[in-house]
């Protein structure tokens, strides 16, 4: 079955770096894209960045461009999202989703069940 397992969140200071895992298995993932969303308390769950593995094209929300990183190793069945310069409004659950591709016209499939990111001081 269709698994994405999220590691790397945790507490980090404001201007810190995380790095976020997303593993994924039971589905040939060159085929499909893996998405990054994140969800805050109280607000409704916004797309982070996306990346095709099949050819390796990303995109990023307006919010974090510059700041975050998405990359792929499609050997190892793996996405990540570097993330640096953090700010406290970066703190969210942040989770992995499968998609058929970036368009927004392809809405996410599969989740992950989720990794804490916080940024505090």
């Known amino acids: 079955q269709v698994q994405l397992v999220e590691s790397g969140g945790g507490l980090v200071q404001p201007g810190g770096s995380l790095r976020l895992s997303c593993a994924a298995s039971?589905?040939?993932?060159?085929?499909?894209?893996l998405s990054w969303f994140r969800q805050a308390p109280g607000k409704e769950r916004e797309g982070v960045s996306c990346?095709?593995?099949?050819?390796?094209?990303?995109s990023y929300a307006d919010s974090v461009k510059g700041r975050f990183t998405i990359s792929r190793d499609n050997a190892k069945k793996t996405v990540y999202l570097q993330m640096n310069s953090l700010k406290p409004e970066d703190t969210a659950v942040y989770y992995c989703?499968?998609?058929?591709?970036?368009?927004?016209?392809?809405?996410?499939?599969?989740w992950g069940q989720g990794t804490q990111v916080t940024v505090s001081s």
């Open positions: 989703a499968t998609r058929l591709s970036c368009s927004d016209y392809d809405p996410p499939g599969y």
């Open positions: 039971g589905f040939t993932v060159g085929y499909y894209a």
């Open positions: 990346i095709s593995m099949r050819d390796g094209s990303t």
